[in-house]
C-alpha cells in the first residue's frame, strides 16, 4: 500500500511537471509569433518588448528569454523595452540579461543604470552576486553611469559586501579620482580596524599627486599620522611624497 501510494505521488508530480512546462512552451510560442510579427511590421524590438511586458509584466523572464532568443544582437533594445515598461523590473532583467552571457557584464550594468538609475545599488548587488571577482569593475561603471549616486553605492556596496570593501574602494577612486578624500573618508568611518588597507589602496589605486591628500584625509578621519604615512609607503608612495603631510 505504501509503495502504491508513493507511485501515485511521483506520477501526480509528474504530471505537474509536464503541465507546467507544457504551458510555459505555448506561453513561448505565443511570444514567439507576436514578436516576429512585429519584427515584420517593421515594429522595433524595444517596442514590442515594452509593449507586451506593460500588460503582461508577470511573464518578464519568458519575453526575454524569446527576445534574447531570435533577436541576441538586440540586447540593448530588448532591455531598456523591459525596463521602461515597468522599472520595478530592472532587477529581474538584469539578473536574466546577466545570465545569458549576451554581452561583458559592464556594459549591461551601465544600460540598466542608465534606463534605471533609481534601482542603481539593486542592479549592483545583483552583478556583484553573479560575479563577485569583478566588484571592482562593476562599482567602477556604476559610478561612471551615474555618478550622481557614487557616495551612496559605494557605502551601501561596502556594508553588503564587506570582505570586498578594497576592491570596491578602487573601483570608485578610478571611476572619480577627484572624490578620492570623500571615498577615504568614508571608508574609515565604515571599517576603522581597516584604516591602513584604506590609505594602501587609495595610493595604489591613484596618481602620485592625490598621495598628500590620501594622507591628510586618512588622519583627519582618525587614523594615526605615522600610520597612515606608512601605510600609503605601502601602496607606492615615495617618502619625499609625505614631507608636507599635515
Do not use: W
Not at 571592482?136 to 570586498?164: C, G, H, L, W, Y
Request: aromatic content about 4%; proline content about 4%; overall charge negative.
Amino acid at each position: 500500500m505504501k509503495m502504491l501510494i508513493v507511485l501515485l505521488l511521483l506520477c501526480g508530480l509528474s504530471t505537474g511537471v509536464i503541465a507546467k512546462d507544457f504551458a510555459q512552451f505555448k506561453q513561448e510560442k505565443l511570444i514567439t509569433k507576436i514578436l516576429k510579427q512585429q519584427v515584420r511590421r517593421h515594429i522595433p524590438i524595444e517596442n514590442s518588448v515594452n509593449a507586451i511586458l506593460t500588460r503582461y509584466p508577470e511573464q518578464v523572464e519568458v519575453v526575454l528569454k524569446v527576445a534574447l532568443e531570435h533577436y541576441p544582437d538586440e540586447y540593448r533594445q530588448i532591455m531598456l523595452g523591459a525596463i521602461n515598461a515597468e522599472p520595478v523590473l530592472a532587477c529581474d532583467v538584469i539578473e536574466i540579461l546577466l545570465n545569458a552571457n549576451v554581452a561583458n557584464s559592464e556594459e549591461l550594468i551601465a544600460i540598466a543604470i542608465e534606463a534605471e538609475p533609481a534601482y542603481a545599488q539593486e542592479i549592483i548587488n545583483i552583478a556583484v552576486q553573479n560575479d563577485p571577482t569583478n566588484i571592482e569593475s562593476i562599482v567602477r561603471v556604476a559610478i561612471q553611469t551615474e555618478p550622481i549616486v557614487s557616495d551612496s553605492v559605494v557605502n551601501q556596496t561596502m556594508m553588503s559586501f564587506p570582505k570586498r570593501m578594497v576592491a570596491i574602494l578602487a573601483g570608485a577612486i578610478k571611476a572619480m579620482p577627484e572624490q578620492v578624500s570623500t571615498f577615504v573618508k568614508n571608508a574609515i568611518d565604515l571599517f576603522p580596524h581597516a584604516s591602513e588597507d584604506v590609505v594602501t589602496e587609495a595610493v595604489n589605486s591613484s596618481e602620485k599627486m592625490h598621495t598628500q591628500i590620501i594622507v591628510n584625509s586618512a588622519v583627519q578621519a582618525g587614523l594615526d599620522k605615522k600610520k597612515a604615512v606608512n601605510a600609503a609607503i605601502a601602496g607606492g608612495a615615495e617618502p619625499e611624497q609625505l614631507a608636507q603631510i599635515d
